[in-house]
Structure formats: C-alpha cells, structure tokens
C-alpha cells in the first residue's frame, strides 16, 4: 500500500473542496507543513496575552459590583451593565475565533496542518472553567501547539505545561509545595492535577510505569508555576517546595525552587521510551485505526526516539508508512471535523460564515456539534474527545448528523450544487453504488446533498 490522493485528503485533511487539488505525494504534504502558518495570519485567533487585559477588566467590574451590591441604586445597575456588556464583548470574540478555525479548515491547502493542530490541541486538553475563563481556551492552541506543531516535543510540552489556560484548568494556580510557607501556615497545599495528567496523558501514558511517588513528587516540584501580572506565566519560588524531588529514579532541584528543575524534568519525560510509545500509538489511533497496526506503531516510536521527539521526522514516518494508507476507512469523523468537511466541500464563501448573526451561527454551529456530543471547547475531561466511533454513532448523534445534513446546506447564502457533480466533489470517487444512485434519484438538490453528507462514505476517514 502506499500514497492514495484521495486518501490523503480524507484521512489526514478535511476532505476535497472545489478548487482544491489533492495533494500530489506525502513529500508535498510535508513540504506544505514545513512553510509559514499562513492560515494563522489569514484568520487570526487571539493569544492569551492578547486577551488578558479583557479578563483583568472584567475581574475590575465584578469588584465594583460586589462594593455596589448592597447600596443598590444607579451606582449598582452601572456595574451591572457594565459587566454584562464586558461579557457579551467577550462572547463575540468567542464566537469569532471558532469561525476563524472553521475558515482555517476550509480554506487551507495545507489541511493536514489544520488536524495536527486539531490532534495536540486534544492531546494537551484544556477548558476555561469558571465564567472567567469560559471562552479563552482557543488561546491555547494558537499559543502552544500552533508554533511547535513542526517543532520538537519537548517544546510543546514545556509551553503547554506553562500555559495560563493550562494552570488554570488543572487547579496549579491554587498548588503549593508541601514544605513552603504557604503550606506549613494552612493557606495552600498540594494540588496533583497538573502533574498526574502530564505523566498519564501528556507523556508517559497510563501503562508508563510511574507510581503514586512519583505523582508526589512531581508535584512539589511544579509548585511555584503561577500567572504573572502581563498574562505571562512566572514563578514563584515561595510557593515551590524546597527539594530535591526525585521522579523516576532520578533527583531535581535542590533547596531553592527553581523553574529551571521543571524544565530539566519535563526534558527527560518528554524523551522517556514509555512517552514515545504513548504518542506514537495515539498519533497511529488517531489518523488511521482505532486498533492501528502494530508494526505503524512501533516505526512511530523508534522515529520519536531517534529523532529526540523531532515531530516533522515523526509526520514523515506517519506518511511514508504502508500501514497509513489501507484503503478502508475505519475512522469515524469527530463532529467537528463533520461539519468542517462538509463545509468545505461545498465550497461556502468565508464571507458567508462572517456574516451569520448569533442565532444562526448557534443553529448551524453551536447547537448542532452539541446534540452531535461534542459541545465547542467543552469536553468532559482532560483526557480529551474519545476516539471510539461507538461514542460518536449513536442514535442522538447519527440522527443530528443527519438533520445537518438535510438542513443547513440550504441555510448558507450560496447556490447548492447538482447532487450528481456534488457526490463526486464531497468523495473523490469513494461513493458506493447506492450513494451514486440515491444522488441521481434525489428529486431536489437540498434532498440530494443531505443524502451525500449523511451517507456513511462521508462520515469516515
């Protein structure tokens, strides 16, 4: 088996579009991914920074509603409204950057970029809890996995470990070592969120040969991570736990906390044989089988280990591997990804999706990727959206799939195309007989392009 076209915009794209050429080899895909982020400046998404002064203006209204609250009055009534627009302010931003990454998807030549981003951005899992944070998390990939996603591991962890939206999430801003002042005085203690989910989902993986000691340990040794006044992460040795620690055999730190001993601890797991097993088998799960071949897997790996957890080495194994390209499509689409490749080839105008008011976007985004079950942003865990297609194919989702399909392509500003052109355009030649006849017999367009979208062809990868 090897290089398909049509494969390779379905399995590691967002499917075919008109006026898209299908990429020619796996060496221009690669090619492609080497060269400038030119979708991240094409449709800008906001970066924590950016925005933070958004969430310390906020912090200032809920202050002056508090102090009002009692008085009641005008004085009370201002704070209030102020507030609320403050928030509608924010909601629009919100609503802004999830169009941006749909045009990212649909618009790109480069779609494979657009999944791997999609694929660390679940590997490293955040949610803006809280009201606050509700609507920052796209942040996060534009600040963590969008400039290492051709980079080195190592890095991608060391910024995803630092991260705001990440420190928040995990409870870390609320951690302090277990011999710090903090700590012995009764004002904080140890929080193991942050550490545990780095070894058992970032890094070494369930099975990663860790142990509870080592959890501990790790933890006290990321206590002093904190959020600085500019939206920046900083570290605050007071809150650190005066060390050594020592994770997986090996010591960290000494006396003084220090960053620096987080780094060097970070470094060495993110190079750990148990670390490239767990990417490589969720980098092979992901894009190609949920039960991938053995053989894909352990190439992933060695390539990992080799490559010191260089990730354009680690694509270039993922593509050039015969296992990647078995013609059957055993992966089932994430909603997202569903709606997106839908999108794309039905070739909407981007100027189209901007225009859409709230209640539209939440008819055809929002409220469909919900009943679909998987809600923008929100998924239940840490661990991410679940690769199982029997989480995704169930009766509420399929039957939500299906009234996408029938409805919103004659919801967007466009001409819908003759399902007899369309059915080509939306499967590159991978549509079944009973998919070829069902677009020929449809007695409408909306009708045939809803049976297109809905056929079980569109719905894997």
Not at 92 to 110: G, M, N, P, Q
């Amino acid at each position: 088996m090897s290089f398909d076209p049509r494969i390779a915009q379905n399995r590691f794209g967002f499917g075919p579009g008109p006026g898209f050429e299908p990429p020619r080899s796996a060496q221009q895909m690669l090619n492609l991914l080497a060269e400038p982020d030119k979708q991240a400046k094409r449709f800008p998404i906001a970066g924590f920074v950016d925005i933070y002064g958004d969430l310390k203006e906020i912090r200032k209204l809920n202050k002056a509603l508090r102090k009002t609250r009692g008085a009641g009055g005008t004085g009370f009534k201002a704070a209030q409204s102020a507030r609320k627009e403050k928030y509608r302010e924010m909601g629009h931003k919100r609503d802004a950057w999830f169009l941006a990454a749909v045009a990212r998807c649909i618009t790109a030549e480069d779609t494979f970029r657009e999944r791997l981003v999609r694929f660390w951005a679940d590997h490293f899992t955040v949610v803006g809890k809280g009201q606050l944070f509700r609507g920052v998390a796209s942040t996060f990939p534009e600040d963590v996995v969008r400039p290492h996603v051709t980079g080195r591991f190592s890095d991608m962890l060391r910024a995803s470990t630092t991260h705001p939206v990440m420190l928040h999430y995990l409870d870390q801003l609320s951690s302090a070592g277990e011999g710090s002042r903090l700590a012995t005085q009764g004002k904080r203690s140890l929080n193991e969120n942050l550490a545990r989910e780095i070894l058992e989902l970032h890094t070494l993986g369930v099975d990663g040969g860790y142990t509870q000691t080592d959890v501990r340990a790790f933890a006290n040794l990321l206590t002093g991570l904190f959020l600085g006044k500019d939206g920046r992460f900083v570290f605050r040795p007071h809150r650190g736990n005066p060390g050594p620690e020592v994770i997986l055999g090996k010591s960290y730190g000494g006396q003084a906390p220090r960053a620096d001993d987080i780094f060097e601890a970070l470094d060495d797991i993110a190079r750990h044989p148990a670390t490239a097993r767990h990417i490589a088998r969720k980098l092979a799960t992901h894009f190609v089988a949920d039960d991938p071949d053995p053989d894909l897997v352990d190439a992933l790996a060695v390539s990992f280990m080799d490559s010191d957890g260089d990730l354009m080495a680690l694509y270039e194994t993922l593509l050039t591997h015969p296992a990647a390209w078995v013609p059957q499509q055993t992966k089932i689409k994430q909603p997202f990804d569903f709606i997106a490749s839908a999108v794309r080839a039905l070739g909407v105008p981007v100027n189209t999706l901007s225009a859409l008011k709230p209640n539209e976007r939440n008819l055809l985004f929002f409220g469909p990727l919900k009943l679909m079950g998987q809600p923008w942003e929100s998924p239940s865990g840490p661990d991410g959206w679940p690769e199982d297609p029997a989480h995704w194919i169930t009766p509420q989702g399929l039957a939500a799939r299906i009234q996408w399909a029938v409805s919103a392509p004659s919801s967007f500003d466009t001409k819908l195309p003759d399902p007899r052109s369309f059915v080509q355009t939306a499967l590159a030649g991978q549509a079944s007989e009973a998919t070829l006849f069902a677009a020929r017999a449809a007695e409408t367009r909306w009708e045939g392009i809803g049976i297109i979208l809905s056929s079980p062809e569109f719905q894997r990868r």
